[in-house]
């Protein structure tokens, strides 16, 4: 749940998510694929308030779930900015065109977790007004809180499922668990009758100062910022559009603190709490209450261990497509050919050449060969400076979040904070300094933002709470909303007050930043979006809903061979497949559809 206690503070918290975490494995509950693993909390839980409390926690425990474990597949390698380690990306399989009702990644693991965690918001829902001795505007305020928590997981679900069942009270049996599925446009509703509860409710906050001790539960600004989604998705253009300004009429701001460097150190643990952040997963530096980024996004020069192996893994790659769509500094469009000419035309594996580092030995240099690459092109003393040319005048959130070729990181893997450089062949991080991954025969874009510096996330996992929904989000979303209802100068604005925090050219100052019109600005909405809000797991549910997911995970390159994990140069290490339109909802679980008599499959998963 929270860094802090429902009552009492930061430390106390940590031991009552352990407590609701033993109470909640002694009660059961209903493991939602629908099948039965015991019962919802009962009984002795709802006796008094402080057991009740601790159950109210252990809803919010549930946010942890998704980001217990690097295998449980980000929503940011579902969209078109990341892919995943070859060892384990064939297990999603709708990736891959292999995907079916028995899929766990592709169809039964987000919706078990997503409707325990609804189970969970249900049993406080239907079970709170009962408990005697409950001060009741904190019974109010809780509940809505769960309330909220419940639509946040039905948001997902109907994006992902397009249409799914809308359970609103508790299940005691699993007899009571066969509702047939609601529609996509019904599930909306709800949601939004919910979250207008939330927000009609005088016992939730517009908001929570940093040293609240009540920081990290939900606001009433969260509720706003969810129930914008949702018009979006309605294409309920004013309302999402008011529902915006609410949030910022709550008291939210962009983070600018750090001037120049603001964006960079706004995901850092000592900005965590800062009036940006609108509903965040709330992170200890303990085991159990934290988050995996630090691993997944990571790499070997992460600290501490000095055998050199690291606490980091890079299962999560940057695509090359997406760090190529960064614009220069100056708003325009970045293209290989303005570095080397002729680049574009070049055979992909032979471009590898551009990207070695200097003075290759001769093993490296057959080596390189071997694959492919042209080395007439070679510049033995020059190579790294000319490659290093194509990232040194881009968008600044480039920097801050990809680790781009020859440029450094500080890592901390020797006991004592490092630069290190991303080098290719990697030879060794001790005697070169090299940047050490687990995948050194390759060469990938790697993730920078959530990853520690130096000695700063000493652990496999990190303490830095993780944004869900931020202001920034909300500002972007919020122009999306204005440039549909034909305002351009406040969709422009919007736009530019994420730019400017980030230190970009702003639209409408030069021949490469004029919007020509509401088609020109949706795509650079969406473009602003990629940048922005790389890492947070986001991007997947708006390529759903712009329809371009499609088109953007799953293109075929000049040599026709499609998208999968790729080297920087554009070689593949392994190729996707577009598995057929029914693809862009994933199919109903198979042992739900066994369950429950009156749940239908979404066409072509039959």
């Not at 939330?198 to 939900?218: E, M, Q, R, T, V």
């Not at 003393?381 to 000319?386: A, L």
Request: glycine share 8%; proline share 5%; aromatic share 14%.
């Amino acid at each position: 749940m929270n860094k802090i206690n429902i009552n009492r503070g930061r430390s106390l918290m940590k031991t009552m998510v352990a407590v609701v975490l033993v109470g909640m494995s002694t009660a059961g509950c209903v493991d939602m694929d629908l099948s039965p693993n015991g019962k919802p909390a009962e009984g002795n839980v709802w006796s008094t308030p402080t057991l009740a409390e601790q159950t109210i926690a252990g809803v919010y425990n549930q946010l942890y779930v998704d980001y217990s474990d690097v295998a449980n597949g980000w929503f940011d390698i579902w969209s078109s900015t990341m892919d995943y380690g070859i060892g384990i990306a064939p297990t999603f399989n709708f990736l891959f065109a292999t995907n079916s009702p028995s899929s766990v990644k592709g169809s039964s693991a987000p919706w078990q977790r997503f409707y325990k965690g609804i189970i969970k918001a249900n049993d406080v829902i239907g079970n709170l007004p009962t408990v005697e001795g409950f001060d009741e505007n904190k019974r109010s305020r809780y509940i809505s809180e769960c309330m909220f928590l419940r639509c946040w997981w039905y948001y997902r679900l109907n994006i992902l499922y397009n249409g799914v069942p809308y359970y609103k009270d508790p299940i005691k049996d699993i007899d009571e668990a066969k509702l047939a599925r609601s529609t996509q446009d019904e599930v909306w509703g709800y949601i939004v009758d919910d979250l207008t509860s939330c927000i009609n409710n005088p016992n939730l906050p517009d908001k929570y100062s940093s040293d609240d001790a009540n920081y990290g539960h939900i606001t009433k600004g969260a509720a706003y910022a969810l129930r914008g989604k949702v018009y979006l998705w309605m294409k309920e253009w004013k309302k999402a559009a008011d529902d915006f300004q609410a949030v910022k009429d709550c008291g939210y701001t962009l983070y600018k603190g750090a001037g120049e460097e603001s964006y960079k150190k706004l995901f850092k643990v000592e900005n965590e709490r800062c009036d940006e952040m609108i509903f965040s997963l709330q992170c200890l530096d303990h085991p159990d209450y934290t988050q995996k980024k630090n691993r997944g996004f990571g790499n070997r020069c992460l600290p501490p261990d000095p055998s050199g192996n690291g606490l980091g893994w890079n299962n999560y790659i940057i695509n090359p497509q997406f760090a190529e769509s960064y614009e220069n500094r100056d708003g325009s469009k970045f293209n290989w050919d303005d570095i080397i000419p002729g680049y574009n035309d070049m055979g992909i594996d032979k471009r590898m050449v551009y990207f070695l580092r200097n003075n290759i030995t001769e093993t490296e240099r057959k080596n390189a060969v071997a694959a492919g690459a042209d080395m007439s092109q070679y510049d033995a003393s020059g190579n790294e400076e000319r490659i290093k040319k194509a990232y040194e005048n881009r968008d600044p959130r480039m920097a801050m979040s990809v680790i781009t070729p020859y440029a450094s990181f500080l890592g901390g893997v020797e006991g004592t904070p490092k630069e290190y450089v991303m080098r290719y062949p990697f030879r060794s991080y001790t005697t070169y300094g090299d940047l050490k991954t687990d995948t050194s025969l390759k060469f990938y874009y790697l993730n920078r933002k959530f990853v520690g510096e130096g000695l700063e996330l000493p652990n496999i996992y990190s303490e830095l709470d993780l944004p869900f929904i931020r202001y920034a989000d909300v500002l972007l979303n919020w122009a999306e909303a204005l440039n549909e209802l034909n305002d351009l100068p406040g969709a422009i604005s919007k736009v530019n007050e994420v730019r400017e925090r980030a230190g970009a050219q702003l639209l409408g100052t030069n021949e490469f930043t004029q919007v020509t019109g509401k088609t020109d600005m949706h795509q650079r909405i969406m473009n602003e979006r990629h940048w922005e809000l790389i890492g947070e797991d986001v991007i997947y549910f708006d390529e759903i809903r712009w329809r371009t997911w499609k088109d953007l995970k799953f293109y075929k390159d000049k040599e026709g061979k499609m998208n999968g994990m790729t080297q920087i140069w554009g070689t593949r290490t392994n190729n996707y497949a577009w598995g057929g339109d029914h693809y862009w909802s994933l199919p109903i679980p198979a042992r739900e559809m066994q369950m429950n008599p009156n749940m239908v499959q979404n066409p072509g998963w039959d």
